[in-house]
DNA sequence: GATGATTTGTACGTATGTATA
DNA sequence: ATATACATACGTACAAATCAT
């Protein structure tokens, strides 16, 4: 949770993390204006070390900075989020097929387990806990890669991409398809088969994407 | 060149700008200390702005920064070099593969343009302008696939390597065999071919790559 | 359109932590 | 190991620009 308690991070540093993990968790909705000044006396700091995680927010892309204006949390329009899960699923692909060559049986066997979770936790009419699972489900194929680079920009870009997710898997259950999605990529990493977890994988997350382009077409789409 | 200089940009955008700049271009080589107060002297400005652009390129991923310690230019091991230039053949493959499906007659034409205009520069000795042209024959690629959150991600993570990429084509002549890639994946786009251009365009890259570890057994590696 | 209030951008001083003799 | 030198982290002050009236 709050990784950063344990180890002495500058205020800059930890106010970043916090204020990602406030839009992350959609406390922080996109479009909003972020205040120097209010920020600062919310966290009891002064606005430099607010202006800093600003900025690096920035750089991450999860903020918007004009040069005179206030700091807004980026708004994704429709088109970029299509993109942006475009991207998503290639990555998750690349990592499936690496998974498939360099995954370890441990990795594998916790793989299996988390599936089974999942499916308990469909079966037992617990949605709440889904999306902590079926994070771990994709977190274990990004370990199992073997490539920390393709791990980070993954999570970075699932992060990005998780406020609206979030709305998405609010609206529709979309749980079911998705285990059973989730189980046909195990076979293929059980298998080996390298192409077919890619495959697999990358249907997988476009099958999100389509389902945002249908949420969005249905509300009005934002200016 | 100075693409900031014509708007009002804050100072420290245009510090990141120009940092961002010398680190590719390799005027400061990874490993480098970078020192606060002598980059504020250095441009005429106070620490403030400094240390946000620092801030900023930390969180791009070009300088590493530590609680109390000088930020450095970012060093990149071997390992990690290889893992992102995996991410870039998954990502220009990709590119290719959408390219293939939406590119215009006229982007296409300008590639099968750039395409030859490296024949040239090849046949005539002047491989001081491949840099350029290799990169140009990139990105029209990147354009065609119609997918700008891709494009800008592909062309930060090349940022990335391009001081190492750099580096590799000065010691080794690759510059022939690359045309030669570049013509079959222009022969896919230009049929249209979406898995065969995607196919050809992961395999390009990922020839980079493996010059890449071939050359960093040979130099000691870094620490 | 002009003016005042608010907010961002920059400079600088002090405190705290790091490296070194 | 202690102390000195030094660089960073943060806070505060002021200037410049934006927004609202």
Redesign the interface.
């Known amino acids: 949770m709050d990784v950063n308690s344990g180890r002495?991070?500058?205020i800059?540093?930890r106010l970043a993390g916090s204020l990602e993990e406030e839009i992350v968790a959609g406390q922080l909705s996109p479009g909003q204006q972020l205040d120097e000044r209010q920020i600062a006396e919310r966290f009891g700091v002064s606005r430099?070390p607010v202006?800093?995680a600003l900025?690096?927010?920035?750089?991450?892309g999860l903020v918007e900075m004009r040069?005179r204006r206030k700091a807004v949390v980026r708004r994704l329009d429709k088109q970029?989020m299509v993109?942006?899960f475009?991207?998503l699923a290639?990555?998750e692909?690349?990592a499936a097929e690496?998974a498939a060559r360099r995954m370890s049986a441990a990795l594998l066997a916790a793989l299996a387990e988390i599936h089974d979770d999942i499916g308990r936790c469909i079966a037992e009419g617990r949605p709440e806990d889904y999306d902590a699972l079926n994070y771990q489900f994709h977190r274990i194929i990004y370990d199992g890669a073997g490539?920390?680079?393709?791990s980070e920009?993954v999570d970075l870009l699932r992060q990005h991409l998780s406020p609206y997710r979030r709305w998405l898997l609010q609206k529709m259950n979309r749980m079911r398809q998705s285990h059973e999605e989730h189980g046909r990529i195990l076979a293929a990493l059980k298998d080996g088969d390298e192409a077919r977890a890619a495959d697999e994988m990358r249907r997988h997350v476009r099958d999100d994407d389509r389902f945002l382009d249908f949420l969005m077409a249905q509300d009005s789409g934002d200016g």
């Open positions: 002495e991070l500058t800059a540093a430099t202006r800093e900025r690096q927010l920035a750089s991450a040069p970029r993109q942006m475009e991207v290639s990555l692909s690349l690496c490539n920390g680079y393709l920009q």
